[in-house]
Structures are given as C-alpha cells and as structure tokens.
C-alpha cells in the first residue's frame, strides 16, 4: 500500500486496462523493501517471491489456460473492471517486472522506473509510456527499448515453452519456442503462437555460462565458450525470474537426473524447484515420461531442506494426487508421495518449515489429499480434542488445524460432529458461516446437507458469488458432488430464478462438474443440459464451455492414468521399503 503513493497515486494509469501498472508494480516493490529488510535470513528476491500466494507454478498453470485473459484487456463496463483485479494483474506482472529487472539490472532498471515516475507525475501513463523509459543497457541488447519486447507478454495470453535439444556431435543447441497450453486446451489455442524475446541463460557441468536472445520460433545456437559434452549435463533458465518453462530431449534430462544423484550441491535449491516444476508440466502434457519426472524428484529432493524448493514440489504432487484421486493411479501416487514424505525428513514428526506456514499448509493439504496414515490419524485425534472443546471458534482459526478438522471429517465415521455443528451453527453468529459450514457439508447425508443449504440460503443473499464455490472447496477437493447435483437439480426453479448466470456457471463447474468423470456422471450431465438449458439465466455459453473442457480432461487422464501408474511403478520398485534408499 505504501508502493501505491507511487505506482497509482503519483502516476495513475490511463484506463483500466492498464491496471498492472498500479499493481504489479506495488506488489513487485514491496518484495523489494522485503528483501532488504529480512537479508540475510532469507536469500534473494526470488524466494519471497516462490511463496507469495501467486507462486510461479500456480501462476503458470492458471495462464496456460485459454480461459486466462491478456494483461492488457478491454473495459467496457464496470464488471469488467471487477474482474481484472485478479493473478494477471497482481501475479504475472509482478514476475514480469522482476523479469525486466533481472534483464537490464539494477543501474538501468530503477533509472528507467525513476525517469517513468518523474516523467508521468501527477498525470496518466499507458504500458507503452513505461516501456520507452528503459533504455538498453549494452550494445549486445536486442532493442533500443523495452517496448518491442513486451508487446506478446502485454497483449497475448500464456507464455513460452522453450525446448532444448542437444546436438552433442558438433556442439550445438537446437532451440525452438511455443506457447505452453494446459493439457484441456482445445486444439486452436496451439495454433500461430506469438513469438517472443526470450532471454535464455545456460550453464554447465564445466561451469561455462552464456547469455544468448532467442528472437524466433526455432534457432541453432552455439554460444562462444559454451561446450557441450554427452555425459555431463547444461541448463537453462539459471536466474529464477525468467518467465518460461524449459523442455529438454531425453539424453539432457538423464545428465541432469544423473547429476543431481550424485550430489545434493550441484545445483541451488531454487534451480532444483525449477527443474521439478518443469519436468512435472512438461510430463502432464505428455512430452516427457513420468518415470523421467519421478526420477528427478526423487533426486532433487535428497537432503534438501529449503522452503521454496519444497513449495514448488509440493504444489506439483498436490496437483497430481488431485487430478489422478480415485483412478487406478492413485495408489502408486499415494505410496510415492509417502515415499518422498519419508525419506526427506519432510513427515509430521518433525518440525521442518514450522516457521513457514504457508509451505506447512500446503504439505498437509498434499498429505491430507494422499490419505498419509500418520497424518490422518493426527487429525482425527485433534478433531476429537476440539469436540471436547465444544468445537471452539478460536480453534478453527488457524489453517493449519481446520484442515485437520477437514481431513478426519472425510476420512473417518463423522456424522455426530456433523450434527453437533448443525446444532452450533442454528444458534451462532454469521462469522461461524465460514468455519462451520464447509466442514457440516461434509456429510454424507442428503437430507442433512439440503437442511443446511437451506438454512444458509435463507440467511445471505443468493447473489454472493464468491461464498458457494468456496465454501464448497476450503476442505480441498469436494467429495460429495451428487449431494449438490440433488439439491440443485430438487430445488432448480427456485435456483435458477434467484441466481444470476454467472454464479450458476461458478457452481457447476466447481461442485456439480467438477471432476465429472464417469460414464454415469458424463449422462447426467448431458441430462442436465438438455432439461434445463433454458433455464440457465446467461450461463449457457459457460456450460457448453463447461462441457467439451471435461470430455478433453477425460480424454488426457485416460491416457495419463497408465502412464502416471507405470512410471511411478518403476521408479518405486528401485526404492524398497520405507527408510531404504531411492
């Protein structure tokens, strides 16, 4: 907020859609001040920036959506002024000015920003004004200023995936780019992606390092002084903040694998998160073996105790328990999550990251979510001191505790805490709407679950948007979607009266759709669509949307689950029991 007397208040941007010039500089800048303050505790500007809630592998994987919007967007009414204050604005951007930086360094950087501020004082600026305030910073940059090279990051969605293959005979990378899609992307948004100037930074086995412009689709470089040997690995993307995934061919990917195996120092903790959150995306799109990316876990994960790393790679697990939950993958991912728990001193008997709640947060989401024995009987015992505590409000509280509440409501015999809730909710105040209800609509009942749908219906209005899908999915992914298709489906006049066509969109793709896949649930879909479409009160675009996005999702885990399964098969048998060496 301080940042904004700047970046917003001193120089306004021109319209809306220029929204990230305000945001993702304030937010940007406040990693700044952080990053003097807290050193030497915490090392470089880019760890604060991996746990910031808009953590580069969800970011990443929110923008490689064709739903995802360009950060410069049109306005034409207020909703969609409402609607750009979200991770473009406040995430992207603030990576993309950290790119920047990164790129012309401090001198050139905070004079260009310097000049931007003096320049457009107590007046507007476009993205265009800010760009042509930084001036190159030697005669080896690709353009006089930064404006050419921001165009597709500003007014394209996505970003790129940069694919490196090494022609170990002469010497030389082959390097091509292309835009990184979600694997439930639809065939035209893999089609005529823009071309952008990457700046690709290698080093090797031998310590060589090279800075090399990529400013085409597809490129044979040879960087003076870089050498390439078949048995010893190279990378790129060794400085954290630029904005892109890397693909390697199958032999690079084995000297990387290979190097971290045998030493836990090769590369830094956050190269390590790098390397785990692309080899993961690139797997998920099926262009590496799952085997290849759980060898590399396994390997980056050997002694290492940083936080950020172990933000990244749990983001990463907990994404592929969740997609893969209740196919016949799901036992191996759940033993390899264990395994990795066990061997990297990364369980819930010891103290690791105590300090660091948000990383603690999501390990135990990853844990609840892979059914960790230990974990989960942990959570069954805390909920039972919290039922004795007459289920305290102050308990419920902190993150780390609900969720253990959530996790032993869905893992074990739990309906007379439910009715115990119900019983507190009917005589409390509004706030306990937050705490309570997500954990009452845990139940299995139906009759229960419409009494308490009913009794929140009646008490907030049927427009709060944001309330439903949430509320729905704050104990993680939500089990019991036939409960909610009932209830809709029972009280659908109503509903659809009252309900306006957004909120109807939002919670049918995050309860009643949300992981539809079965043959069953695939038919009651259609079923819906056709005996309520005209219902839908402007949703019916969303749900067509809707319903081609969970047939391509069905199609690619299909495909996975076997390969997921098989991959993860091998690499587990090479582990032995639990405590044994991967």
Not at 66 to 89: C, L, Q
Not at 107 to 120: D, I, M
Not at 192 to 199: G, S
Not at 261 to 280: C, E, I, N, P
Request: hydrophobic fraction near 40%; proline fraction near 3%.
């Amino acid at each position: 907020e301080i940042a904004h007397q700047w970046f917003g208040d001193l120089v306004t941007m021109e319209w809306w859609s220029n929204l990230w010039l305000k945001e993702g500089f304030a937010t940007y800048m406040s990693y700044q001040a952080l990053n003097k303050l807290v050193k030497p505790k915490v090392d470089g500007l880019h760890q604060l920036m991996s746990v910031h809630v808009f953590s580069k592998s969800l970011l990443m994987e929110q923008e490689a959506l064709p739903t995802g919007r360009t950060i410069n967007t049109t306005i034409k009414a207020n909703s969609d002024i409402y609607a750009t204050f979200d991770v473009m604005a406040y995430g992207k951007t603030c990576y993309l000015i950290g790119m920047i930086h990164d790129t012309l360094g401090d001198e050139a950087f905070f004079k260009g920003t310097g000049n931007y501020l003096r320049q457009f004082s107590n007046s507007t600026a476009t993205s265009e004004d800010l760009w042509k305030s930084y001036k190159a910073p030697d005669s080896e940059f690709p353009t006089e200023t930064m404006n050419d090279i921001m165009q597709p990051w500003i007014y394209d969605w996505g970003f790129p995936l940069v694919i490196v293959r090494v022609d170990y005979s002469s010497g030389t990378l082959l390097v091509n780019q292309t835009r990184f899609v979600a694997y439930q992307a639809p065939p035209e948004c893999f089609a005529n992606p823009p071309v952008w100037t990457l700046e690709l930074h290698l080093l090797n086995a031998a310590g060589d390092v090279a800075r090399h412009w990529l400013r085409a689709s597809d490129e044979e470089i040879q960087p003076p002084g870089f050498r390439v040997s078949k048995s010893d690995w190279m990378i790129v993307r060794t400085k954290g903040l630029q904005h892109y995934r890397v693909n390697y061919d199958e032999k690079t990917w084995e000297n990387i694998i290979g190097a971290l195996a045998r030493s836990s120092t090769t590369f830094s903790s956050l190269q390590k998160g790098d390397l785990v959150d692309d080899v993961w995306a690139v797997a998920m799109r099926e262009l590496l073996s799952v085997e290849k990316a759980a060898q590399l876990t396994m390997a980056a994960a050997r002694n290492e105790t940083d936080f950020a790393f172990w933000w990244l790679l749990v983001r990463n697990l907990d994404t592929i328990t969740r997609v893969f939950y209740g196919t016949e993958a799901q036992e191996e991912i759940e033993r390899f999550v264990s395994t990795v728990v066990e061997h990297y001193k990364l369980s819930t008997r010891t103290p690791f990251a105590q300090q660091h709640k948000r990383v603690l947060l999501a390990r135990n989401y990853l844990l609840s979510n892979a059914n960790h024995e230990e974990f989960i009987n942990n959570a069954t015992a805390r909920l039972e001191a919290w039922a004795a505590n007459n289920y305290s409000a102050s308990e419920a509280r902190n993150p780390l505790t609900y969720l253990e509440f959530c996790t032993s409501l869905r893992a074990s015999e739990h309906e007379r805490h439910v009715d115990e809730m119900m019983k507190i909710f009917n005589a409390s105040n509004s706030y306990h709407l937050q705490l309570l209800s997500p954990l009452i609509l845990q139940t299995e009942n139906y009759e229960k679950f419409k009494a308490h749908m009913d009794l929140v219906t009646a008490e907030i209005p049927v427009q709060s948007i944001m309330w439903y899908p949430t509320v729905f999915r704050r104990c993680g992914p939500f089990r019991h979607n036939n409960l909610v298709r009932d209830y809709l489906i029972e009280n659908w006049k109503n509903v659809s009266r009252d309900w306006n066509g957004e909120l109807i969109a939002r919670i049918l793709e995050t309860t009643v759709f949300y992981d539809v896949r079965s043959e069953q649930e695939l038919k009651q879909m259609h079923d819906f669509k056709e005996e309520y479409f005209d219902d839908l009160n402007g949703a019916q675009n969303e749900f067509l949307l809707l319903e081609q996005r969970v047939a391509r999702d069905n199609d690619w885990r299909s495909r996975m689950t076997q390969k997921m399964r098989s991959g993860l098969q091998k690499v587990l048998e090479s582990c032995g029991p639990p405590g044994g060496a991967c």
